[in-house]
């Protein structure tokens, strides 16, 4: 694996699975792979799991970790090729870029959606500067379409915790006061198909997300109607996606907010969430602190996912 940013750069999910559980129970077995060896962690947003869950992953490997904050002590970047730079960004990326690739032998780059121009959003734009001149291989820690290490956390813990070979797996849209990108419910669709699950998704009219990741998946309006009989509950805010309302927030309407009744028409369901989470928006605080709850086994299995990357990647160097 040269480059991590899709459920594609991992493989046969199924081997990967399977690494990912050896990297589990022996998580320091590989720790003279990373000497010598420097990751680079470039922040455009803030982050507390991917943060701490990929440094851990790289000293469990036993490399050395930088981290860059780019809006906080770095100089402010100028992203666009023609602009005469006469403003408030005294570096441009272009420049920026290959010096930090020299410093490092992995990237990870985290650039949420910016929500300007859905064009530059959905082509990755920042993402493919850094995997075109940076020389180094690049690991997405959620760019603007995707959160592939996320999804390859979620999956795990599916794995882990599901009840039937193939499960019902369902991802709800949640009410949040803020505009949030669709990276997380995106890339946790494409890797739910690849798994093979039964995949439902239910949110609102007005927030289908793009098509592309959507296409042969039930899309089900009534949120009490897709919970019935799901072994798996992934509850998420994402903005809209079509046009003309792509990055906006159409609705805050808490009955859609993920709560006990809404769990208990479930086929004993477990309740998910990436995390950050707003409770009582996404979810009550009944529902996240009940034994159901997989949101902290989900957050520490970030490490696995990091680490099975991390691994993947030092080995091909
Ligand atoms: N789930 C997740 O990526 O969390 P952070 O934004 O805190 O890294």
């Known amino acids: 694996m040269r480059n991590f940013t899709t459920v594609q750069d991992i493989g046969n999910l199924e081997t990967a699975l399977e690494k990912a559980r050896y990297v589990k129970q022996n998580p320091y077995a590989d720790s003279a792979l990373g000497k010598n060896k420097t990751l680079l962690l470039i922040f455009f947003n803030s982050s507390l799991r991917t ?14 970790v930088i981290v860059l904050d780019i809006n906080q002590g770095a100089w402010k970047l100028e992203t666009e090729r023609g602009v005469v730079m006469d403003g408030d960004k005294p570096e441009h990326i272009l420049e920026a870029i290959p010096v930090m690739g020299s410093y490092c032998d992995i990237i990870g780059v985290r650039s949420f959606a910016r929500f300007i121009s859905k064009e530059d959003d959905y082509s990755e734009k920042i993402l493919n500067q850094f995997i075109r001149y940076s020389g180094k291989p690049v690991i997405s820690m959620e760019a603007a379409t995707r959160h592939p290490l996320q999804s390859f956390a979620d999956l ?57 990741f959507t296409e042969g998946v039930k899309i089900e309006y009534d949120q009490d109607k897709a919970f019935e009989g799901a072994h798996f509950i992934y509850g998420k805010n994402w903005s809209a996606f079509a046009d003309p309302h792509y990055g906006k927030v159409l609705s805050t309407d808490r009955n859609w907010t993920i709560d006990s009744r809404k769990m208990d028409l479930t086929d004993n369901g477990y309740f998910m969430h990436c995390l950050p989470v707003r409770r009582n928006m996404i979810v009550t605080d009944q529902v996240i602190e009940s034994p159901r709850s997989l949101v902290l086994p989900e957050a520490a299995n970030r490490v696995v996912s990091a680490q099975t990357v991390i691994k993947e990647i030092l080995l091909g160097l």
């Open 51 to 64: 943060r701490l869950s990929t440094q851990k992953a790289a000293l469990n490997l036993g490399m050395n």
């Open 156 to 212: 795990i813990t599916i794995e882990e915790y599901k009840p039937v070979a193939r499960p019902k797996v369902v991802l709800s849209w949640a009410p949040h006061p803020k505009s949030l990108p669709q990276a997380v419910p995106n890339s946790f669709v494409e890797w739910m198909k690849a798994a093979g699950y039964e995949i439902v998704i239910t949110h609102p009219h007005g927030y289908e997300l793009d098509p592309r």
